[in-house]
């Protein structure tokens, strides 16, 4: 099967939507089909190039789609500068400010506008769009009508769902948001989420499409289950933005905790190392491997419960872990997805509250390490298999 995959994301970039894009990318080519990439190159700077993704998307056709935005020249200018910066505060502010009023995401305009004269597109048998952004399914409805006459199958593959992403994004005007959804859904064939909570939630949201709505357990490609010294007991390795998730009740515990700890990741959390804690900014996938790798206890941190209440989102680093054979504590799920990943028997739960972390982690420590068993779900050929059926 030949099958053009479009990301309005830089398929080059590490992020936890291109981890899960080219972990599902790998799990097709596994199974022989061929695939070619539509992906927006960024001018930003201040982003993190990852050649851990080299290998797969070398053996994909690429193509690059380019636009002038100066909010990249800004952005890119402002994210390199200083924590301190006033222009950067200034900035932040206008960000939220902005998504407050947009309905879609910051790509928004340049999907509706950007020259698709120059693309040079060959017979496939299926179009897959993924978000986020979730504008990437704006430039493949163009994409489909201009070249394929509206005839090309469709499936849309939504990391998080727009609506529900609002939470953390609060719009002055929600409805105008799910309108937006409501007209993206539309559009395609099928509809792919990533995990069943936000399935059932999505479907009561939009009942007229739940027929052509399903859900695959996110891939992860990049793990392997080779033996390493433990060189951590406890690891989190992700970002830490306070209107996303709140990373400090698990700082402070670990800064305070006898045992060798580790933080990866960037936020605006004023974090740092101090006794047996070791912190460090955001790196590529293959260096955040073998730290894994060296470390027992691995640590998801989930979003904030939003004041409209469950939300379903599941950190991609839930299923990231769920491919290892390591320790999990998953910190502040909510009751439906604590209820939709108990069935694994996989993960330890717990409320994201200083005292009962430091109780888990305790608790997890002076037992015997534990030997776990993958979940089967995160092998990219098998979601591959689940995506195609």
């Known amino acids: 099967m030949r099958i053009l995959f479009i990301t309005f994301s ?64 800004v952005s890119s200018s402002l994210l390199s500068s200083g924590d301190k910066s006033i222009k950067r505060k200034i900035y932040h502010k206008l960000r939220k400010l902005y998504y407050s009023l947009e309905p879609v995401d910051s790509m928004r305009k340049i999907a509706n506008e950007i ?26 409805d163009r994409i489909r009508n201009k070249f394929y006459h509206g005839k090309l199958r469709w499936i849309q593959y939504w990391g998080d769902a727009l609506f529900l992403d609002t939470l953390t994004r609060r719009p002055l005007f929600p409805f105008a948001v ?6 993206l859904i539309s559009k395609c064939d099928k509809v792919v989420y990533t995990n069943g909570v936000v399935l059932e939630l999505q479907q009561k949201f939009y009942p007229e499409f739940k027929d052509k709505m399903s859900f695959v357990e996110t891939p992860y490609a990049f793990y392997e289950n080779d033996t390493a010294p ?14 996303v998730r709140d990373i400090m009740p698990l700082y402070t515990v670990l800064k305070n905790l006898r045992n060798r700890s580790i933080i990866v990741g960037n936020g605006d959390q004023m974090i740092e190392s101090i006794n047996r804690l070791t912190v460090r ?23 904030k419960l ?48 200083e005292e009962k972390i430091l109780e888990s982690l305790k608790s997890i420590l002076e037992t015997e390490q ?3 068993t993958e979940m089967a779900e995160t092998i990219p050929c098998n979601a591959a298999k689940a995506f195609l059926k």
């Not at 299923?319 to 999990?328: D, L, M, N, V």
Request: proline share 3%.
């Open 370 to 372: 534990r030997i776990c």
């Open 230 to 243: 433990t060189v951590y007991d406890v690891g989190y390795f992700g970002s830490y933005s306070s209107s």
């Open 10 to 73: 830089d398929i080059k970039v590490c992020s936890s939507s291109n981890i899960r894009n080219v972990s599902l990318i790998k799990g097709f080519l596994d199974l022989g089909h061929t695939v070619d990439i539509i992906s927006y190159k960024l001018a930003n700077k201040a982003v993190l190039i990852d050649d851990s993704f080299t290998p797969i998307v070398s053996k994909c056709g690429i193509i690059e789609m380019e636009a002038n935005l100066s909010t990249e020249k």
């Open 281 to 303: 900014p955001r790196a590529s996938v293959n260096e955040v491997s073998e730290l894994e790798k060296r470390t027992r206890v691995l640590v998801c941190v989930c979003n």
């Open 306 to 353: 939003s004041s409209k209440g469950e939300t379903g989102l599941i950190p991609g680093k839930v299923y990231h872990y769920g491919a290892t054979k390591k320790e999990i504590l998953v910190i502040g799920a909510t009751p439906k997805v604590k209820d939709y990943l108990s069935k694994y028997e996989r993960f330890a739960f717990v409320d994201n509250e």
């Open 178 to 183: 799910k309108k937006a959804e409501r007209k």
């Open 115 to 140: 020259d698709l004269s120059a693309l040079e597109l060959k017979d496939y048998d299926l179009m897959i769009s993924s978000s986020n952004p979730y504008s990437g399914h704006i430039l493949a």
